[in-house]
């Protein structure tokens, strides 16, 4: 059985996370998804302005109900997490393109590792959820979606 990994935030869970969780298992049928969560101290030291809505133990308990994943483990740099855990592919959502991505995926493809490559879901992103929030304390007459 191939073993999957991706890794992420997952604060302010969203339609676009479940839909890359779905694609992986389409993609990559009878697989076993492994999750990894970004803990809270080194989501603030990447980005020191940001508001998590969640803390790393919320965050893994609503993870923890989305029947695709069927391990779930925190992480603290992406580079680092794919020397650490056992697994066959690197899912990597088309926007996780910063540095440590980069080396994270050249660590995979000298390992002979795959590279799932997986689609954003259109008009929804965390970032957007947030801006949105953002808008909101300024104008409560607009509606998402």
């Known amino acids: ?50 508001k998590l809505f969640y803390n790393e133990n919320q965050r893994k308990e609503i993870l923890n109900s ?16 794919v020397k650490e855990v056992e697994f ?17 995926i050249l660590y995979c493809k000298s390992k002979n590792k795959k590279i799932l490559r997986i689609k954003r879901t259109p008009h929804i992103s965390s970032s957007d959820i947030r801006e949105y929030l953002n808008h909101q304390k300024y104008n409560s007459n607009e509606i998402w979606g």
């Open 66 to 81: 989305i029947k695709e994943i069927d391990e779930l483990i925190f992480y603290t740099e992406v580079n680092q997490i």
């Open 88 to 104: 066959d592919i690197f899912c990597v959502g088309e926007d996780q393109i910063h540095k440590g991505f980069e080396e994270a």
């Open 1 to 50: 059985m191939k073993r999957c990994l991706a890794v992420g935030v997952f604060d302010l869970f969203h339609y676009g996370h479940l839909r890359l969780f779905k694609q992986i298992k389409q993609k990559e049928k009878n697989s076993k998804l492994i999750v990894a969560i970004q803990k809270d101290a080194f989501v603030f030291k990447y980005k020191p302005q940001i």
